[in-house]
C-alpha cells in the first residue's frame, strides 16, 4: 500500500483532476473524498469519467474523516482553507490548491481578500531555485494560481539574469472556461463563451497580481544567483528562494486575464524593456540555464511557439522568448493546462516531494490530441 491521501473540494474540476492523477498514481492510495455540497453522493455521479472510483461516495468537508490521511489536499474556494488546515492534526502534511497561504504581506491579501490573512506557507513551484528542497521538508505547502505558473515561469529567468526590467511588465493570458471553477454563472453559459474571447478584471484587478509580483520581486532580489541555486544539487537547500527571501524587487505588472472558449489551458504572454545589449540569444540562454533538467518545463526550439493543445492533460509548460528589438522589449510566452500543471498535477508534485516519491510519479510531460 502506498501514502493514503484525501481531497477535500473533490467535487470542482480541480478536484476532479486530482482524483484522476491519484487513481493512476503507483505509490499513492486514494482516501476520503470531501465535497460539501454533494457529500452522500457517488463520485461518478459528479465526475463520470472517473470509472475506477466507482462505488466511493462524497464525504462531509470536516477534519474529522480527513484526518487518518498522511496527506491533504485542499482545493477550496478563497478563505475556506485556512479554517479546515487549522483543525487537522499536525502531522497530517496538507498541500493547498487555493490562495490563502500564498501572500506574504497582509495589505495584499486585503486588497483582493475577504476575511483575514492566514499568513504564507512554503511556495509550491519546484521549478524556482531552492524551493525544491523547501517542499520535500514541509509539511505545509501552497501551490501557486495558474495565471501565476504561467507568468512566472515564463519571466522569472529573465529578470534575475538583469536582461528585462521589472518595472515595466506587461502581461496578457487567456484561460480556458475550467479555471472560473465548476459554480453556473451566466458569463460562462456555452451560449455566451462559444466563439468569443473577453478580458475580465482589467486594470490591477485580478487576485493574481500580487502573487506574481511578489514571486517576480524576489527574482529580481535573486540576481544572476538563479542559475547557481538551479544547477546545484537537488537536494540542497542553499540559495535564495524565489518566492520567499529577500525583499522585493521593484516589480510592476499590469496583469489582463481573458476568458477563452476552450474547457482548459493558459496561454501567457508577458513583455518587458529590454536591458541593454539584450537579444534572443541572451534570453534564451537565461531560460535554457534556469530550467536546464527540469523534468515538465521545455524551452522550444527557435521559431517555435506555445500552443494550449501540446499542453492538455499534462504537467508541462512550454516556453518561447524573443527580443523585440523594434519596441525594445523582452517577450515571453507560456502554455500550460490550468488543471495540470496551474493547479492538481502541480500540486501531485509537490506531495510526491513531501511524501519522498519521485517527483514526477503519477505525472506526464506529455500531452493529449487531438
Not at 457529500?39 to 461518478?44: E, H, I, K, N, S
Not at 462531509?60 to 477550496?76: C, E, I, N, Q, Y
Not at 486594470?203 to 493574481?208: I, P, W
Not at 516519491?357 to 487531438?370: F, I, Y
Amino acid at each position: 500500500m502506498g501514502a493514503r491521501v484525501a481531497v477535500a473540494g473533490a467535487s470542482g474540476y480541480a478536484g476532479g483532476e486530482l482524483l484522476r492523477l491519484l487513481a493512476a498514481h503507483p505509490d499513492i492510495e486514494i482516501g476520503p473524498v470531501a465535497a460539501s455540497s454533494s457529500a452522500g453522493r457517488p463520485v461518478t455521479d459528479v465526475h463520470p469519467h472517473l470509472s475506477q472510483l466507482a462505488g466511493q461516495a462524497f464525504v462531509r468537508t470536516a477534519a474529522a474523516p480527513l484526518s487518518g490521511a498522511d496527506l491533504v489536499f485542499l482545493a477550496l474556494p478563497a478563505g475556506e482553507s485556512a479554517a479546515l488546515a487549522a483543525q487537522l492534526p499536525g502531522p497530517v502534511k496538507i498541500v493547498d490548491l487555493g490562495p490563502d497561504f500564498r501572500l506574504t504581506d497582509p495589505a495584499a491579501w486585503a486588497r483582493f481578500y475577504p476575511g483575514p490573512h492566514a499568513g504564507q506557507w512554503d511556495y509550491g513551484l519546484p521549478e524556482l531555485p531552492a524551493a525544491r528542497a523547501r517542499i520535500r521538508a514541509a509539511g505545509r505547502v501552497a501551490v501557486p494560481g495558474c495565471y501565476a505558473t504561467a507568468a512566472i515561469l515564463a519571466l522569472a529567468p529573465l529578470l534575475a539574469a538583469g536582461l528585462a526590467e521589472a518595472s515595466d511588465i506587461v502581461i496578457v493570458a487567456a484561460s480556458g472556461t475550467s479555471g472560473a471553477g465548476r459554480t453556473a454563472r451566466p458569463e460562462l453559459l456555452g451560449s455566451e463563451v462559444m466563439g468569443a474571447v473577453s478580458a475580465y478584471q482589467a486594470g490591477g484587478a485580478h487576485r493574481h497580481t500580487p502573487e506574481i509580483e511578489q514571486a517576480l520581486g524576489a527574482a529580481v532580489a535573486a540576481g544572476p544567483g538563479w542559475s547557481m541555486a538551479h544547477r546545484s544539487p537537488r537536494g540542497a537547500a542553499h540559495g535564495p528562494s524565489i518566492a520567499e527571501d529577500g525583499p522585493p524587487g521593484p516589480v510592476t505588472v499590469s496583469f489582463t486575464p481573458l476568458l477563452a472558449p476552450m474547457p482548459r489551458g493558459i496561454l501567457a504572454t508577458g513583455t518587458a524593456r529590454l536591458a541593454d545589449g539584450a537579444g534572443t540569444g541572451t534570453l534564451r540562454d537565461a531560460l535554457a540555464r534556469g530550467y536546464d533538467g527540469e523534468p515538465f518545463v521545455r524551452l522550444l526550439p527557435e521559431g517555435s511557439w506555445p500552443t494550449t493543445a501540446a499542453t492538455a492533460g499534462s504537467n508541462a509548460v512550454h516556453l518561447q522568448v524573443v527580443a523585440d528589438q523594434h519596441a525594445g522589449r523582452a517577450v515571453a510566452v507560456a502554455a500550460l493546462d490550468n488543471l495540470g500543471k496551474g493547479a492538481a498535477g502541480q500540486a501531485v508534485q509537490c506531495a510526491n516531494l513531501m511524501l519522498g516519491l519521485p517527483e514526477t510519479a503519477g505525472l506526464t510531460a506529455n500531452g493529449v490530441a487531438p
